[in-house]
């Protein structure tokens, strides 16, 4: 998704992130919103665990008591049918996505003669686009309208003035139907534009519900799908919500050989959760206890006290130093006891950049 800067609610400490689900009536959201979380979702609302095979290694090193995934909040936004909006539907749907961190475009790739298709028949591409435009849509009006406002105030400061630079840059990028996260934003020019909630500034992602038959040979499929979904920076997960349910009831070695079947090592809704996580620009650190094995996620770039913080704010406020192991060397020496023998513990300070699967023992008094 290239390396340029995402614009979204920052969450703070304890705070879960939202991915928001969007698609048009009967491309399978509530299917999929079930199957994520894993049950019977209450509403429209549901928390996926991000699967994390580290974790399984650390507890079947350590038996603690529960083991922990990171977790994403989840929600169903109203079926959208582009161009069949009322006013006042649209702005309340654009409202629900202001609220959510990133998107999750759910688009129906299946054939089922019995499910009318709102929009004629069956065409992913023509789906995915008429939601991507609703976005630019709202965005260039809103990206106008605020640049209007400020290009009327003759005593701008100088902040507002790089602001307005910066709208102009994405009013004129959506003109040509690119979203924001594909325009290239520095740092500095997504930080000005937060308060603003654009749309297409999200990272998205794309779970294309494909049909049984479909899932094998997915790649070569829909190829101006992949190429259109490249340009607008969405990453594409294939996964079928009626294979999925099939794999729900199942367990163990049964599950493997059902997966193996499709050509799968795991399952759709798996991938489906790591990929968002990553998309959110979020990675995990873990703590191993006897207690609790537990991953928790901060965003890339959080420095060892603000991580501490997640776990608990009197661990962040008593901050001493960080003991650090990378998981990999945990899980090849065996034990933390080991680690520390062999001098393969690192202690680091508040200032240290935390990593995706470092290990964490935080020292702090109280
Ligand atoms: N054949 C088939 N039907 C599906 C698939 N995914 C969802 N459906 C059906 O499509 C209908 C609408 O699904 P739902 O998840 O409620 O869609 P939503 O309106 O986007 O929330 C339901 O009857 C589902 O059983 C699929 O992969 N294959
Ligand atoms: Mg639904």
Request: charged letters at 30%; a negative charge; one cysteine or more.
């Amino acid at each position: 998704m290239g390396g340029a800067a995402r614009i979204g609610r920052n969450p703070p400490g304890g705070m879960d992130v939202e991915l928001g689900l969007v698609g048009l009536p009967r491309s399978g959201k509530s299917s999929l919103l079930a199957l994520l979380c894993g049950g019977a979702p209450s509403g429209r609302v549901a928390v996926a665990h991000v699967p994390d095979r580290r974790l399984d290694t650390l507890a079947a090193m350590l038996h603690p008591r529960k083991v922990t995934p990171a977790h994403l909040q989840l929600t169903e936004l109203a079926g959208l049918v582009p161009g069949r909006l009322e006013r006042g539907e649209r702005s309340a749907f654009f409202e629900g996505v202001r609220r959510t961190d990133a998107l999750l475009h759910v688009v129906r790739a299946f054939e089922d003669p019995s499910l009318a298709h709102p929009s004629g028949g069956v065409d992913p591409l023509r789906d995915a686009r008429s939601i991507e435009e609703e976005l630019l849509l709202a965005d260039l009006e809103r990206v106008e309208a605020v640049a209007e406002r400020l290009r009327k105030n003759r005593t701008r400061s100088r902040e507002e003035e790089r602001q307005l630079e910066a709208l102009d840059r994405c009013a004129q990028a959506l003109g040509d139907a690119i979203p924001v996260r594909r325009v290239g934003l520095s740092a500095d020019e997504a930080r000005l534009l937060t308060g603003f909630g654009l749309l297409t500034a999200r990272s998205a992602l794309m779970a294309l519900n494909v049909g049984e038959t479909e899932l094998r040979d997915v790649a070569d499929r829909w190829p101006e799908l992949w190429g259109w979904a490249r340009e607008a920076g969405i990453l594409v997960v294939p996964c079928s919500a009626r294979v999925e349910s099939e794999i729900a009831g199942l367990e163990g070695e049964d599950r493997t050989a059902f997966l193996a079947s499709y050509g799968l090592s795991e399952t759709g809704t798996d991938r489906l959760a790591r990929a968002a996580y990553a998309a959110l620009g979020l990675i995990s650190f873990l703590t191993a206890g006897e207690d609790e094995v537990r991953a928790w996620p901060i965003t890339d770039g959080t420095t060892a006290r603000r991580a501490a913080g997640k776990i608990h704010s009197d661990i962040e406020r008593g901050f001493i130093r960080a003991e650090v192991a990378a998981f990999t060397d945990l899980e090849a020496v065996g034990s933390w006891k080991a680690l520390r023998d062999r001098g393969m513990l690192r202690l680091e300070g508040k200032d240290y950049i935390v990593r995706d699967g470092d290990v964490i023992e935080f020292r702090f008094h109280v």
